[in-house]
């Protein structure tokens, strides 16, 4: 059975060397307990729970899944003692509050941990990962009251949470939100509708469920302007805040999926449960996007995730099958043939997956600089600075979650092509890191909302570009600086005709949807990649330009670490980067070939 190891050297370049965490931390409130030490300590504990206690769940939860018998769902075998092991160790609150019964350590430390975990086993990282979603949530919008009843136990793990936007009629376009919230009189709301595809909706592993919902006032304004959030418990707390009786929620279904078995998606009936309202009427949208991009960065992991896994099996299955002899001589003339090791073409599977696993954990470490300052902010009440930080994070944000899941959905395929016949069949673990990480460009948006998102909002219609040339000044600057070095210059050159090029796409598209609106659609899918093959270039210059000093200099890696880096930025820049090109290209064209042919006539089938 393969076995999942927690990628600590390449995370600890990172944090240590390119992004310089311990200044970083020490610059933060949060980060006081957050020294060296500390840091290693914990991803070194952190690491071994995921190889040791989830990583061998990860097939037999896949295998067994989850069962649903009178409204009760039971996950595999091995979770509840696993959630159990997670809960006792305290790792839910590792980045929460501590008057909430957390640790106060930076958010981004959560980050960490939830990489390992969702690179090992997704399906079970999820259960978790939801309920943070709904603590960041109540953290931010909540009363002190709510605070104080839902934080607490969310935070030990007692409590699970989740979060319920989608209906069966309605997907993305939340402005059809029909579930009813009808007030009580006494400060609560009743509670009416059905939601579909709630992740850890209803399990065995927590005590209680606190589900955060959408939902519309009776006098609320059509569209999205009308709804609200609430919170609303599977069991409602009693008065000592433990689990009192049953609310009105149930669990309709099991969703039979493609992939993460072991994790209960859920179709969930509220029939008339008590609810109470979190944040101000008719505002629901914007306190869920607290949790949205919460969730939108933690899927971008299941883009890092996967890449790593499927590439950690895939290397060590092409260091020992053998086929063929290598085109350029024999390598091992003591075996009966060549490790496919050797064949050019493999080794270009194998890179890639290597290219964009640690590229894509660089761009979420950057982005958790950012995260860790918002929320820094935040605590501070420093309103103007949250919401700086909160643009900067919201312009990458689109482009962690699209780019990093196209790209980690293409590695897992790659590596089950080098498995060859045996990545098909099951025992191997290859087809379901495939089938598990279909999921994540759907989600939380697919790529095509995101690329809107980026596109359309965040760069167009709330910035006019004005995001794209932030961003790209602190990319080209950064680039200017290793220039005079021979060894990054061909690198630093390129960066700063991608940064020209991508400010010069970014009027283009502007002019052109002022003439034609279907631009900003037929264009954001490519401007989403090119943005993000451009931003990966950033974090492999970054990663090169530490290389190439500590190879003169000394540092904490060995020369083999550093000179696989300049080797890897190599091939990226070579072999991916220019693919960017073609989205570029692509995004110009006239949007004729998309929108000329008629509906009835996409096929002639009668």
């Known amino acids: 059975m393969p076995v999942y190891k927690a990628p600590l050297r390449d995370m600890k370049f990172l944090l240590n060397e390119v992004f310089d965490y311990p200044r970083h931390y020490a610059s933060l409130a949060s980060g006081e307990n957050a020294t060296p030490d500390i840091v290693d300590a914990i991803l070194a504990e952190c690491g071994k729970f995921c190889e040791e206690v989830l990583s061998p769940l990860y ?23 696993a959630y159990n092991q997670y809960m006792m160790g305290g790792w839910q609150g590792l980045s929460a509050p501590e008057e909430y019964g957390g640790q106060g350590l930076p958010a981004s430390m959560g ?18 990962g939801l309920s ?77 469920i606190v589900h955060i919902v959408l939902a519309r006032l009776p006098d609320a304004p059509k569209g999205t302007r009308g709804i609200s959030l609430f919170i609303v418990p599977k069991f409602l707390p009693d008065a000592s805040g433990g689990v009192g009786e049953r609310n009105g929620v149930s669990c309709g279904s099991l969703e039979k999926k493609m992939g993460i078995k072991a994790s209960a998606t859920c179709v969930m009936n509220f029939d008339g449960a008590t609810g109470y309202l979190i944040g101000p009427e008719n505002q629901g949208l914007e306190c869920m996007f607290t949790f949205m991009n919460t969730a939108r960065i933690g899927t971008a992991i299941q883009g890092v995730g996967p890449a790593e896994l499927s590439y950690q099996w895939a290397l060590d299955y092409a260091k020992e099958r053998r086929s063929m002899r290598a085109l350029s001589g024999k390598k091992e003339p003591e075996q009966v043939a060549d490790a496919i090791i050797h064949h050019a073409d493999v080794r270009r599977m194998l890179l890639t997956q290597k290219a964009v696993a640690e590229g894509g954990r660089a761009m979420l470490y950057y982005a958790a600089r950012l995260a ?60 379901q890191i495939v089938r598990d990480t279909r999921i994540a460009t759907l989600y939380e ?14 760069v167009l219609l709330m910035t006019q ?86 190879l003169d200099n000394g540092g904490e890696e060995s020369g083999e670490f550093y000179k696989a880096k300049l080797a890897t930025t190599e091939f990226y820049f070579e072999r991916l980067l220019p693919r960017a090109q073609t989205h570029a290209t692509s995004m110009l064209s006239p949007t004729r070939s998309l929108m000329q042919m008629d509906s009835d006539h996409m096929a002639f089938l009668d």
């Open 111 to 128: 980050l960490l941990k939830q990489e390992m975990m969702g690179t090992a086993n997704w399906s079970f990282s999820m259960y978790p």
């Open 132 to 208: 943070l979603g709904a603590m960041n949530t109540i953290y931010l919008h909540g009363s002190e009251t709510q605070k104080q009843t839902y934080l607490v136990p969310l935070t030990e793990g007692r409590w699970g949470g989740t979060m319920c936007l989608t209906e069966p009629q309605c997907g993305t376009d939340l402005g059809q939100v029909k579930t009813k919230a009808e007030p009580q009189g006494d400060g609560s709301y009743r509670i009416t509708g059905t939601k579909i595809f709630i992740s850890s909706g209803e399990h065995d592993l927590t005590e209680n």
């Open 445 to 458: 948006g697919t790529t095509g909302i995101q690329a809107l998102d980026l596109l359309g909002r965040k």
């Open 465 to 550: 570009g004005g995001a794209v040339r932030e961003f790209t000044l602190k990319v080209a600057n950064f680039a200017r600086k290793h220039l005079t070095d021979k060894r990054l210059r061909p690198y630093a050159v390129e960066l700063l005709k991608l940064t020209a090029q991508w400010n010069l796409l970014t009027v283009r598209v502007m002019l052109a949807a002022r003439k034609d609106r279907d631009v900003v659609s037929s264009a954001a899918n490519d401007f989403l990649m090119y943005s993000g093959y451009v931003t990966m270039a950033y974090m492999w210059l970054r990663q090169a330009a530490v290389a190439v000093d500590k």
């Open 59 to 81: 097939q037999s939860g896949d295998e067994e899944g989850c069962k649903l018998e009178n409204g009760e769902v039971t996950t595999p075998a091995g979770y509840k003692e």
């Open 372 to 431: 860790d300052h918002m929320v820094e902010a935040h605590t501070r009440g420093d309103d103007r600075k949250a919401e700086a930080y909160d643009d900067k994070l919201g312009f990458l944000t689109p482009i962690l979650k699209g780019f990093l899941t196209e790209l980690g959905y293409e590695c897992t395929n790659l590596g089950m092509q080098v498995f060859g016949g045996h990545g098909y069949i099951r025992e191997h673990g290859m087809e």
